[in-house]
């Protein structure tokens, strides 16, 4: 019995028969990007480099781009943001399961960041040797970017959510362009290393490979 008042667009999400083969990978591929700087340090420093080189050939314009960035994407307005959306899908579509989705693989995508950071006790860059202030100084672990992983989960899910109108083109350019406009932002920014940020897209890889996998064997077969 569907659970839901019209066709739902996330009727099935992308997924493979060796989902759990690709995502142990991803895992793995994560943790070991995150332990390259825990194992060799010096190679936190050289990363560094190019946050400062970023950070120090930038202006007012850029800092205020960086800023908003890191704030809207920021675990609060992230929160806000995903319910909101689910909130006007449902509205427009009449759809409770493609706001559910919309919450889930976000979700799913998103919070992934947060096992890693446990996994991987990697500290913040050193803020103080930045030639312009941006963002205040933060102090969990770095490894991997949570606001990137946000960037690529919430993108994942509009994309899914377009993927049969005419719009997916146009929505498939801007999720690629803020996941890269994010990455930027936060290393512009010197919080994170530049392997932070590539390791998010592996702890995003495996969460929404999971959810793939979940959402197709128990949300799927309740669908008309």
């Known amino acids: 019995m569907s659970t839901s008042t019209k066709p739902s667009k996330f009727r099935s999400l992308p997924t493979t028969r060796l ?13 070991l990007i995150g ?6 340090p010096s190679t936190l420093d050289s990363q560094f480099q190019l946050d400062l080189w970023l950070n120090a050939n930038g202006n007012a314009a850029l800092d205020h ?7 809207v994407y920021s675990p609060k307005f992230a929160i806000a943001i995903t319910i ?10 009449k759809s409770r399961i493609d706001a559910l989705a919309i919450s889930v693989i976000t979700a799913f995508g998103w919070l992934p960041a947060e096992a890693f950071k446990l996994l991987i006790d990697e500290g913040r860059p050193n803020q103080s040797l930045l030639a312009r202030m941006v963002v205040a100084p933060e102090t969990d672990n770095a490894f991997p970017s ?39 932002a936060r290393l512009y920014s010197g919080v994170h290393y530049f392997t932070d940020v590539i390791g998010s897209s592996f702890a995003s890889l495996t969460g929404l490979l999971l959810v793939g996998f979940l959402w197709n064997r128990f949300v799927k077969p309740r669908l008309k």
Do not use: P
């Open 19 to 31: 989902w759990w083969l690709f995502a142990a990978a991803s895992a793995v591929a994560g943790v």
């Open 146 to 184: 949570g606001h990137t992983c946000f960037a690529i989960a919430f993108g994942y899910a509009l994309f899914l959510l377009f993927r049969t109108s005419r719009f997916k083109n146009l929505v498939l350019i801007i999720w690629i362009a803020s996941v890269v406009v994010m990455a930027w």
């Open 84 to 93: 909101a959306t689910s909130l006007l899908v449902w509205l427009v579509t």
């Open 65 to 71: 781009i960086a800023s908003a960035a890191g704030e």
């Open 35 to 40: 332990l390259v700087g825990q194992i060799v």
